[in-house]
């Protein structure tokens, strides 16, 4: 499984980090543009979901700690209740985790 997440980043190349960020960006800022349309619903489910493929793909590829996980997930959670701790979770990721 490693491996082959660490052909997928590696095939993306410099992409790989624009691809999460942007990903990133529309799970956070859709709700707030186009969710009381169905269709800006169903966007931001699919964003939602491709985030999260993207997120157990490079945590993969970049061998993170079982601990780290745990704590980015509890993280989230927290994000989900306050968006700024979602943010502040995935530049944490960011800065930290994925040197």
């Known amino acids: 499984m490693r491996t082959f997440c660490m052909n997928i980043v590696e095939a993306a190349g410099g992409l790989w980090s624009y691809v999460g960020w942007g990903l990133f ?27 999260i493929i993207w997120w157990i793909t490079d945590v993969t590829s970049q061998m993170v700690p079982w601990w780290m996980i745990l704590a980015g997930l509890v993280l989230i959670g927290l994000g989900l209740i306050q968006r700024i701790l979602l943010i502040a979770c995935w530049v944490i990721y960011w800065t930290k985790v994925r040197e």
Do not use: K
């Open 25 to 51: 960006l529309l799970v956070l800022l859709l709700p707030y543009v186009a969710f009381s349309t169905s269709a800006g619903l169903t966007l931001w489910l699919l964003s939602a979901l491709l985030l």
